[in-house]
Nanobody
């Protein structure tokens, strides 16, 4: 059974940092590109960052490029997202998932037809 558990979110002041973690089970992430998505109230689902199965390639949304860094540890079956210089626009629920199949990004993120979604982790940036 595929499971994804995100953690590490919280309340942070603008300019602060957080590190999110995603623990996967029920499949080997080494077989998949992985990604982080985020969903803010009243906004469309956004693809925040993606990383290839071998970590050789990363891709970031324009809104986070230069501030966020995605990484993975295939031996631990985990994916991480280091978020620096956070601003209020980063406030959202963050989810991780494998890029199971090419799909159109849907809103909310959790309606995309993937085998499972975690509960997400809330990131709130506020002064």
């Amino acid at each position: 059974q595929v499971q994804l558990v995100e953690s590490g979110g919280g309340l942070v002041h603008p300019g602060g940092s957080l590190r999110l973690s995603c623990a996967a089970s029920g499949f080997r992430i080494s077989s998949y590109d992985m990604g982080w998505y985020r969903q803010a109230p009243g906004k469309e689902c956004e693809v925040v960052a993606q990383i290839s199965a071998d970590s050789a390639h990363t891709k970031y949304g324009s809104m986070v490029k230069g501030r966020f860094a995605i990484s993975r540890d295939n031996t631990k079956n985990t994916v991480s997202l280091q978020m620096n210089n956070l601003n209020t626009d980063d406030t959202a629920v963050y989810y991780c998932n494998a890029n199971w199949t090419p799909t159109v990004i849907q809103t909310p993120c959790t309606t995309m037809p993937y085998p499972a979604w975690g509960q997400g982790t809330q990131v709130t940036v506020s002064s």
